[in-house]
């Protein structure tokens, strides 16, 4: 193998390590929020962002996680900083939509400052949404945190078809096609890992 190769693999497995790293903790903190506040259904609100959406974090999953730092913006989201270097972002206007940061977020949003596309490269989608009935979340619907999965018809083609596509919201699909290879990148993802 040549560096750049031998480097972008290290790249692919330190991101696939902090994936299913993060998706273990984060649901293993859902469940002992639910030791102490009964049904993740009774606890969880899809409120607005901003100071409501952080406390709400710090009430329910913070004192379950490893936490280094939690960085409110002045854009009404927030950033958790995990001993690993790896952050968790909130999206602003919901508590359903969350975005992973596998080495941190302030590089990977330089990247998207300068205008490369961030999702799938080094920013990766997760969802929670235990209350969502409606067939679009059907695979959300009673679980923790999981892979973008809004309106997903539950194939693996499916996923990876968006997830290979240039719209940027479609690729939020890249971790739930991640996922689907058992927290390995595919060997023909099409996006090349930035770290």
Same mark, same amino acid.
């Given at each position: ?12 497995? *330190?991101?696939?390590? $902090? /994936?299913?790293?993060?998706? #273990?903790?984060?649901?293993?903190? *859902?469940? /002992?929020?639910? *030791?102490?506040?009964? %049904? ?7 409120? !607005?962002?901003?100071?409501? &959406? ?16 939690? $960085?409110?913006? #002045? ?5 958790? %900083?995990?001993? %690993?270097?790896?952050?968790?972002? #909130? ?5 359903? %939509?969350?975005?992973?940061?596998? +080495?941190?977020?302030? $590089?990977? $949003? &330089?990247?998207? &400052? ?10 990766? #989608?997760?969802? /929670? ?17 999981? !892979?973008?999965? =809004?309106?997903? +018809? ?24 991640? &996922?689907?290879? +058992? ?11 930035? =770290?």
């Amino acid at each position: 193998m040549t560096m750049p190769a031998l480097i972008q693999h290290h790249r692919k497995q *330190v991101v696939e390590t $902090r /994936l299913k790293k993060f998706y #273990s903790a984060i649901n293993q903190a *859902v469940m /002992l929020a639910e *030791v102490e506040y009964g %049904d993740k259904k009774i606890w969880w609100e899809d409120i !607005p962002g901003g100071e409501p &959406q952080l406390e709400w974090f710090k009430k329910y999953l913070a004192p379950n996680l490893k936490i280094v730092e939690i $960085r409110p913006t #002045s854009n009404e989201y927030f950033y958790v %900083d995990f001993p %690993d270097g790896s952050s968790l972002q #909130s999206k602003p206007g919901n508590t359903r %939509d969350w975005y992973f940061y596998p +080495n941190g977020s302030k $590089r990977c $949003r &330089q990247y998207e &400052q300068n205008g490369t596309k961030i999702e799938g490269v080094c920013r990766f #989608s997760f969802q /929670l949404c235990p209350r969502c009935a409606h067939s679009d979340w059907s695979y959300l619907y009673n679980k923790g945190f999981e !892979p973008w999965k =809004y309106a997903w +018809n539950g194939t693996i083609d499916e996923a990876k078809s968006k997830c290979f596509t240039q719209e940027t919201q479609k690729r939020y699909f890249c971790t739930t096609l991640i &996922q689907l290879h +058992n927290w390995k990148i595919p060997k023909d993802y099409p996006h090349k890992i930035i =770290y």
